[in-house]
């Protein structure tokens, strides 16, 4: 690889000059500067980044870490997180926790080296479920910015990215009384996740209004989840006239079970499912969801990231809030 100080060798000038030449200084005439970016061309010279970022103490990159790749929200999510950090000049490297606490900590230490600027992730369910947090407090010691989105720990002291979980399942149930619904349900396999706690408190208030009771299906196993709702569904054939379902797969799979039931949907049952437009043109009737805009979740996380990184003074942490939508389509009235 060609380097500043063989190009300075070649035209018997300083490796300063070449340097000052390659960014148009004042000081270098324009006769140098074009031999220097001649020659420059002429050996495909690219500047060693590395150099570069240890010395500015930047890298231009942010560490990613999301739990499930195959998961359409995070999928999206990232989407968004690529198309700012691209628009914003940074690089992302992203890696996969899988769910796993353990590879969560040894991402985030491998990524701790230097090698990244600041840190975006959704928190892991195994790291929810065992309530461990040293790993992020480590980074934050480290004086590493971190924004944590979508799934979180309120005892964190970060900035957050969050929907308006409680707020979209208040919403989505409250529509469901409005269209004279006496028996809704509400349909979960997250229930590990604070995501799922806050979307189950949104379901309840919102029946508290009209002194309904609560009906709820937490999936004990998510290998056998078809066969649990299936067995729900038939048991509550003649009872429940409205589902929420608050996670992105059991939505169609209620619609699907229904109608194998003979359910007419939406006559005898409403269903509105959560953030399934991945599956929604393979759906009939298309299924009413609540769209937590991802993307913009992503994007709100990027530009979050690189304002702390930025930032000349310690940035309070705060919580943002993303605004969900409600998308009715033909399984609700």
Request: with cysteine.
């Amino acid at each position: 690889m060609i380097t500043l100080k063989k190009i300075a060798e070649e035209l018997q000038v300083s490796v300063s000059t070449v340097s000052k030449a390659l960014h148009d200084s004042p000081e270098i005439s324009d006769v140098t500067i074009a031999k220097v970016k001649s020659i420059a061309e002429k050996y495909n010279y690219r500047p060693n980044q590395s150099a570069l970022n240890l010395k500015k103490r930047s890298t231009k990159t942010i560490g990613v870490i999301i739990p499930n790749i195959l998961n359409y929200f995070f999928a999206k999510a990232l989407l968004g997180i690529e198309e700012e950090a691209t628009k914003q000049g940074y690089n992302i490297i992203t890696c996969l926790s899988n769910e796993s606490i353990e590879k969560e900590k040894k991402t985030l230490d491998l990524l701790s080296n230097g090698s990244v600027d600041g840190f975006i992730l959704s928190v892991a369910e195994e790291t929810q479920v065992k309530k461990d947090k040293s790993h992020f407090n480590n980074i934050i010691n480290q004086k590493y910015p971190l924004v944590i989105f979508d799934r979180f720990f309120d005892v964190i002291n970060c900035n957050k990215i969050i929907a308006d979980d409680y707020e979209a399942t208040y919403n989505a149930t409250k529509h469901l009384i409005g269209e004279g619904r006496t028996s809704i349900a509400l349909v979960s396999n997250i229930s590990g996740l604070n995501v799922a706690n806050l979307r189950i408190n949104g379901y309840n208030e919102a029946l508290k209004e009209t002194q309904q009771e609560p009906i709820i299906l937490n999936i004990k196993n998510p290998d056998n989840q078809e066969q649990e709702i299936e067995d729900f569904i038939k048991a509550n054939k003649n009872k429940v006239d409205g589902i929420i379902a608050i996670d992105n797969t059991s939505g169609v799979i209620i619609l699907n079970k229904a109608l194998k039931l003979n359910i007419s949907i939406p006559k005898d049952l409403s269903l509105i499912g959560f953030s399934s437009n991945n599956v929604l043109k393979f759906t009939n009737p298309k299924l009413s969801t609540i769209e937590q805009n991802p993307e913009l979740l992503g994007a709100a996380s990027v530009k979050k990231v690189i304002e702390i990184i930025n930032s000349n003074t310690k940035i309070k942490p705060t919580t943002s809030i993303i605004k969900t939508t409600l998308e009715l389509r033909e399984t609700t009235l």
